[in-house]
């Protein structure tokens, strides 16, 4: 990052619930400014996800903020999110700050009564960070959580109100009309908010609008006349937009092509994380991508040439609803029917024959059995692997070129040699082997996060899982480039850009 004099202009993006557009909307505007000249940096305070990323100074981030800076330009930093929550079950999370695994806690700690001296622990990173990013940057584009509406966790708050203030950033407010109730959506957020939150809002933005535009007029006119607030525009829905998906895992794709796909089976747990690892397959034209639930029963599944076991925050837990339901069953009879199966991070623990957690640190101190299809055995221990890795992918005595990361606690050691099919290493490091492929061809684990995002390495583990002609992988980064200049055109042509870089300015209330 350069430096400069002057602090930079900031904005904050608020939404009226989870989904209502606050992550698009800010990737596309740093976009917009990005296209501009100008450095832009994003910023979300606090973050609640599962798919997470690692960062040029070492550290972990959401997924979001990663996809922000990418829309930006400049490599992402742990600065952009400052504060990181990875649930491990209903009301435990991880708590990662300024890159680093702080501590595991209960949801009534973080969130509770109890929790005014923690928060305002983390409050203080939240702000530091944020400080460096405006002597830093030119813009900073700020991205909120959930709700500002979220009366019960207004105490305390260092996501949406509570940061807006400390910060003194000014806030537009985003609601998705094609969830249906827009206008009572931003009408009610607005009411919840006290009398010095709601000045803070300096304008609506209604997402996600299919229709004649002239439909919605006089309810603009309305809302404008009730609130006291311009609408800054409202913007389309846009089709197809390739973007990395903060938690929610989106619908697949299934093959369009007339020639037999492959098809791909992806076992979704309770605690599954960076599930971004299928988004080349469901891609795919030649991939048949479905998702099914760990807890429905197999009988269910569709027949599969490849099964993908995902990476997960608890392991151990998600491994024993694979069991309970009778995957294991399930995936045997895949074997032996000459199936294809590939484990990422989690999923390659689950695939050795002993997970050992001695000091609980994703669930219950304790050893589970593990599949037993690769003979390993995995320790969790503290300090986390994070790191950004490039090297080969060697497979059917060919290697190619992959790229991806590594996130994981785990340390998975071989009971007697194995080829291992990876050779990675972080910059300037020298390559190291990883994962591990059984000796009948049919079995293949890795820690590498978006090993399917490299077009050559893609290419060959669908060849390895079946499909005769897999010269249609996908370039996700193309996509992904091509998609956040779609959405910046969007905004350029319906929003108010000119009023919202006059609202782009500190605000004393």
């Not at 099964?307 to 399930?330: C, E, F, H, T, Y």
């Not at 790229?403 to 190291?432: D, N, T, W």
Request: proline share 5%; aromatic share 4%.
């Amino acid at each position: 990052m350069t430096s400069s004099s002057n602090q930079a202009l900031t904005l904050m993006v608020q939404g009226t619930a989870s989904d209502a557009g606050k992550t698009t909307l800010v990737a596309g505007l740093c976009r917009v400014f990005a296209r501009r000249g100008l450095r832009v940096a994003p910023f979300k305070p606090q973050n609640m996800a599962l798919n997470s990323a690692v960062t040029c100074d070492g550290g972990e981030i959401g997924r979001a903020q990663a996809l922000q800076a990418v829309a930006c330009g400049v490599p992402a930093h742990t600065d952009f999110n400052p504060v990181l929550l990875k649930p491990q079950s209903d009301t435990r999370a991880q708590v990662i700050v300024q890159g680093r695994a702080l501590s595991v806690v209960e949801a009534n700690d973080f969130f509770g009564p109890g929790a005014r001296h923690y928060k305002q622990r983390v409050m203080t990173a939240v702000l530091d960070s944020f400080d460096r990013l405006r002597k830093a940057y030119e813009r900073v584009l700020v991205e909120g959580a959930g709700s500002p509406a979220e009366i019960n966790l207004r105490d305390n708050d260092i996501a949406n109100m509570g940061f807006a203030e400390a910060a003194d950033c000014p806030v537009i407010l985003v609601a998705d009309i094609d969830k249906g109730g827009v206008f009572a959506q931003l009408y009610g957020t607005l009411m919840l908010l006290s009398e010095a939150e709601r000045a803070r809002v300096k304008g609506l933005v209604i997402n996600r609008f299919r229709g004649d535009i002239g439909l919605l007029e006089s309810g603009l006119t309305m809302i404008e006349a009730l609130t006291g607030k311009p609408v800054l525009g409202v913007v389309p829905y846009l089709d197809n937009l390739v973007l990395d998906a903060e938690d929610a895992i989106a619908h697949h794709t299934s093959a369009s092509s007339d020639e037999r796909p492959l098809k791909v089976v992806v076992l979704v747990t309770p605690r599954i994380s960076n599930h971004t690892d299928v988004d080349a397959l469901r891609l795919h034209p030649r991939v048949e991508l479905t998702l099914v639930h760990a807890g429905s029963s197999p009988a269910q599944c569709p027949a599969a040439d490849l099964v993908i076991l995902p990476g997960s925050k608890a392991v151990r837990d998600d491994l024993a609803v694979l069991r309970g339901n009778g995957w294991q069953a399930w995936l045997d009879r895949h074997l032996r029917y000459g199936g294809k199966l590939i484990g990422i991070c989690g999923g390659y623990q689950m695939l050795g024959e002993r997970i050992d957690d001695p000091q609980g640190l994703e669930s219950a101190a304790g050893s589970s059995d593990g599949l037993g299809y690769l003979p390993m055995t995995t320790i969790l221990e503290t300090g986390k692997q994070l790191r950004n890795v490039t090297g080969t992918l060697s497979l059917d005595g060919v290697s190619r070129p992959v790229h991806g990361y590594e996130i994981h606690c785990g340390r998975s050691e071989a009971r007697r040699k194995q080829a291992a099919p990876f050779m990675l290493a972080s910059e300037g490091g020298v390559p190291q082997p990883d994962g591990m492929i059984s000796s009948d061809n049919q079995v293949l684990g890795t820690y590498l996060h978006g090993l399917f995002d490299s077009v050559e390495a893609c290419n060959a583990l669908l060849a390895w899982a079946g499909l005769n002609d897999s010269r249609q992988a996908v370039a996700l980064d193309a996509l992904r480039e091509a998609s956040l200049n779609r959405l910046a055109d969007s905004l350029e042509t319906h929003l108010n850009l000119d009023l919202i870089e006059q609202m782009m300015q500190p605000t004393t209330q």
